[in-house]
């Protein structure tokens, strides 16, 4: 039988009087969790991509391979990519306790993040961040944990919205990657607006972060593009896509929303 330090910590607490606070007390807005990692220990996930969510280079800044698959009540059929969440771990000895900041960049569809609500399948170098300095490989022996987390707005310092145009893009259909959004870091609505034009087209959500646009008509750059997020902020990026744009090339919105929820 695997010894299970969780318990044991808390009946050797319990001899001294000492109460231990489990997930079931989580207050101030953490709520119970579990979390899993997938891939190797040192990696950030298959290619160092961004999954279903459509980010690039996730091992790099901003992300720097903290990143996690969410499970249905997260990852919200691809609306919930780039939230952002606060986790830590204080159920196994060799956890930190200390909150790190992961954000939702892919899809969890196995077993785990079926039977549970809030379930997290992170990278592998995300999951050793909640260890104690040097205790990462020990930890990932764990296998499974019990964590709290806790919705938090993102905040990108420095950085400004990007808009990533994607591979296809023509003429006659555009598909953009919206990244490094503040804020709720979700969006459910993203309009275009065509040079010389004061209407906004509607996109439609290809997967994940990516959406498009697909028209018979020849579109005319510059675009100007519309953000609506989950609470009805609204945030417009005028002539962001320039007259002869760069197919796999991102441009900056200069703008972005307060890191806030």
């Known amino acids: 039988m695997a010894f299970n330090y969780p318990l044991a910590l808390i009946a050797i607490a319990s001899l001294f009087g000492v109460s231990v606070a489990g997930p079931s007390s989580a207050h101030d807005g953490w709520i119970p969790a579990s979390s899993t990692f997938y891939g190797k ?8 991509n961004g999954g279903k969510c459509g980010f690039k280079n996730i091992n790099l800044p901003p992300f720097n391979s903290m990143t996690s698959c969410g499970s249905k009540v997260t990852w919200k059929g ?10 830590k771990c ?19 569809i196995f077993f785990p993040c079926v039977d549970t609500e809030y379930h997290f399948d992170m990278s592998g170098i ?3 961040r909640l260890a104690l ?10 296998g499974r944990l019990a964590t709290l987390v806790k919705r938090v707005p993102c905040d990108y310092k420095g950085l400004n919205i990007n808009f990533h145009v994607e591979e296809g893009s023509n003429e006659n259909y555009l598909a953009l990657l919206t990244e490094y959004q503040n804020g709720e870091g979700e969006l459910t ?16 959500q290809s997967w994940g ?8 008509h020849h579109l005319k750059a510059p675009f100007s593009i519309r953000i609506t997020t989950p609470g009805g902020k609204k945030l417009e990026a005028n002539d962001v896509i320039p007259a002869g744009y760069q197919v796999k090339h991102k441009y900056d919105a200069k703008v972005n929303f307060k890191a806030e929820l």
């Open 41 to 48: 220990e040192n990696e950030s996930g298959p290619e160092d």
């Open 78 to 87: 691809g609306k919930g990519c780039g939230s952002c969440f606060l986790m």
């Open 90 to 108: 204080t159920s196994h000895p060799l956890c930190s306790g200390e909150a790190k900041l992961i954000t939702i960049t892919d899809e969890c």
């Open 126 to 128: 995300a999951f050793g």
């Open 133 to 142: 300095p040097g205790k990462e490989h020990l930890l990932h022996q764990a």
């Open 189 to 204: 609505n993203l309009e275009l607006k065509e040079a010389g034009s004061s209407t906004w087209t509607p996109m439609k």
């Open 209 to 216: 972060k990516i959406w498009r646009l697909d028209t018979p």
